[in-house]
């Protein structure tokens, strides 16, 4: 297995599913954006984008994906919950939720307010999908009133799904504008070592992404 990673982004899901597992992978650690400063990485992934990862003929592009790949792959693991469990339908929809809702709006915001030049930089785009984020946090913010994890009454891939997002907020400077549940749940899951290890992970030439 191989999986190629920038410090501090998506594929940071895969690199922490990776290390709660205690699996084998080899880590290729790029400057960011690769498209740009690698530019021979476009070779391995024309999107450009990461994380890529490589399980023998199996390639992809997507981190939850990949995470939902690996627990299933080692189904024996407390990370994931099985079809016949109860909360399988809500343990599926949190890891759909956490990019198609959760993620998507930061990016605009990341990259209208911080990644484009000064000229096509939108304050207007940064401001409404900021807002658009925080108000996308109202179903996880009414589950974390009564639950400690999203799922299964334990700590699962979705988690790591859905914490990234919030993680990625915290990136962009709006972490304070979290409910109290909802930033204790970002800040307790932080401090899992195996969070800590994949966040070592950094490229020596490259700055934060953020």
């Not at 191989?2 to 290390?19: G, I, V, Y």
């Not at 299964?152 to 962009?172: C, K, P, Q």
Request: charged letters at 25%; aromatic letters at 14%.
């Amino acid at each position: 297995m191989k999986l190629w990673h920038c410090k501090d982004t998506r594929s940071l899901r895969p690199l922490w599913t990776l290390e709660e597992l205690g699996l084998d992978c080899e880590i290729e650690v790029l400057p960011f954006p690769p498209r740009f400063l690698q530019k021979e990485y476009l070779d391995t992934n024309p999107l450009g984008t990461v994380p890529y990862f490589q399980d023998g003929k199996a390639t992809m592009t997507e981190s939850t994906g990949i995470c939902h790949y690996l627990v299933e792959k080692h189904p024996d693991t407390s990370l994931r919950i099985a079809p016949d469990h109860p909360d399988y339908g809500s343990y599926i929809n949190w890891l759909f939720h956490s990019d198609a809702t959760l993620t998507f709006p930061q990016t605009l915001v990341l990259r209208y307010g911080r990644f484009e030049s000064a000229e096509r930089r939108n304050p207007q785009v940064v401001e409404d999908y900021r807002r658009w984020y925080l108000a996308r946090l109202q179903r996880l913010n009414h589950h974390l009133l009564d639950n400690e994890f999203l799922c299964g009454g334990r700590f699962t891939v979705a988690d790591i799904a859905v914490h990234y997002a919030l993680f990625l907020g915290e990136l962009a400077g709006y972490a304070n504008e979290y409910e109290e549940q909802t930033f204790e749940y970002l800040q307790r899951l932080k401090k899992r070592p195996a969070f800590e290890r994949a966040r070592a992970y950094s490229h020596p030439a490259q700055p934060q992404p953020f």
